[in-house]
């Protein structure tokens, strides 16, 4: 249902404009009255009507001071003037403010109804119209969404260096004006791409990261972090947290998981090597271990010499 509000520093027409409205109750309701344009404007920024019906003569603030400023601060407000037949010139300005429609004074019930009736039909074609808008833009955002992942994962290889910046808006949150940090995941079971993106969205992460299945190995899959704004948490710790709270999805499943992580990086043309770096972090990981995170290092520790009794004896059999 819609919703409206009179403006009118008359009393008796406030109410006999709501009266005439009443057979148009199922459709739209009064929600407010206001004397002025000045109560008026406080009036819509507290509750928000659908529709307003103003008188052009009032004290303190009159409609040709008012319309400007609901055509600039409330554009999607559809507005409905009341004038007289010898105020042409507040019936021009009213048209325009981009006024939706008006109602010559003295008005029955029939003619305030037959505008009201306009201006809601007016309405619901506009919300039709802005709500395909909003599925057409819905598409060719999943379409940019679509087309950016292919180019993730060609930078992720390593064959797409040079590739185009991102065109979603999504994949644009992610890394503009961040760090990022790509941990990859491996498990000896496949990974659920639908329990992890939920996992991601339930907890306020969609914006900042994005899970990547592996496109051949279904027990992998790659975790992109963009790291928080500002020196308050490390990108260490901060990464431990994600993760602890992403083991969670594995936990009931008994399912084992290790994580490799990479260092922080400043561009996604970067994936390459931070997809490398997240290999060496992983290739960390001895049978005997109880960690399952692995940070890459820039300087692993020096090989040492493993001395065994018999290696004379295996050197002699090779």
Known sequence: MYQYIVIDDETLTRKGTIEKLASLSDQV?????????????????????????????????????LLPLLTEQYPELFIIVISGYQDFDYMREAV?????????????????????????DRLASHEQHVQEELVVRDAYEQAQFARDKEALYGLLEGYAPGGPDPESRRIKLLYQNRSLVLVTLHSDRTFSEEAINRFLTDNGYGDSMLYLPHPHIPSMGFLLLSLPSGDFISSEAYCRKIIRGISALFWDSRQPVAYGISAAHDSLKELAKARKETVEALNQRRQEDTEVVYFYQDSLPAARRITWEHTDELLFCM
């Open 29 to 65: 309701q009064c929600i407010g009255e206001a004397g002025n344009g000045a109560q008026g404007l406080d009036l819509i920024e507290k509750l928000h009507p659908d529709i307003v019906i103003t008188d052009m003569k009032m004290p303190v603030m009159g409609g040709l001071q």
């Open 96 to 120: 325009r403010a981009g006024a939706v429609d008006y109602v010559l004074k003295p008005f029955g019930a029939p003619d305030i109804c037959a505008v009201m009736t306009r201006t809601i």
